[in-house]
């Protein structure tokens, strides 16, 4: 059971045109930057007793990015979102868990609706 997080953490955190994590296993994940503002795990966008979502997809703007990434202890990064979010805490398992999900195949439902411009 004991699985070593050694190998399950990031070598290099690049964030340009999407989150870019290279593992210390030699793995490589990239994450958009939508899919993973949509999946932030913080108190404010999942409620904490139910897990149920409560982030309105919506809300997040299609071009958010991340400003800053941040390590929290060894086990977590913590990023800046470009829509002033910042309270959610990405640990490394969840994030090797959503590039497992990329790479099955299986998207997690995190796609932004059709561009509504707002009437201009
Ligand atoms: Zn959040």
Known sequence: M???????KPKDVVFGDDLTIEWRDGEVSHYPFFG???????????????????????????????RKAEYVGRYALRFDWSDGHNTGIYTFVFLRELADLHAGG??????PTETETTGN
Do not use: F, M, N
């Open 36 to 66: 993973l503002r949509d999946v932030c795990p913080c108190a404010g966008c999942i409620d904490e007793l139910s897990g149920t979502k409560v982030l309105d997809s919506k809300s997040i703007p299609a071009d958010v990015r991340i």
């Open 2 to 8: 004991a699985t070593s997080i050694g190998r399950r």
């Open 106 to 111: 299986k998207q997690p439902q995190a796609k």
